[in-house]
């Protein structure tokens, strides 16, 4: 099993900024894709965005133009920046990592490796 380490959660404002990162073993990144999921209280898990080996990145439709996912090789990280945060944002937000390519990005079932989730809480 992989160590996947979240962190960079926290407490923000509307339209602040928050950028989170996933820490793994070198070897994650040798993997498909990596791709952050947020889950609120009473709603679905949901695909925040995604990239993959390529450089490829996808993102959730209530994301797009706000959040920015990357990779660090050499830090063997994943970020997530987090622009123009709105209080619906406010979930917990987990890393996940799939070493298959196939299928739907946004479809959690597909990643075998999840990091604990770190909490992001935005208030007006």
């Known amino acids: 099993q992989v160590k996947v380490v979240e962190s960079g959660g926290g407490s923000v404002l509307a339209g602040g900024s928050l950028r989170l990162s996933c820490a793994a073993p070198?070897?994650?990144?040798?993997?498909?894709?990596v791709a952050w999921f947020r889950q609120a209280p009473g709603k679905e898990r949901e695909g925040v965005a995604a990239?993959?080996?390529?450089?490829?990145?996808f993102y959730g439709d209530s994301v797009k133009g706000r959040f920015t996912i990357s990779q660090d090789n050499a830090k063997s990280t994943v970020y997530l920046q987090m622009n123009s945060l709105k209080p619906e944002d406010t979930a917990m937000y987990y890393c996940?990592?799939?070493?298959?390519?196939?299928?739907?990005?946004?479809?959690?079932?597909?990643?075998?490796?999840w990091g604990q989730g770190t909490q992001v809480t935005v208030s007006s």
């Open positions: 070198r070897y994650m990144f040798a993997g498909a894709r």
């Open positions: 990239i993959y080996t390529g450089g490829s990145t």
């Open positions: 996940a990592a799939s070493p298959w390519g196939g299928s739907s990005w946004s479809t959690w079932t597909n990643y075998n490796s």
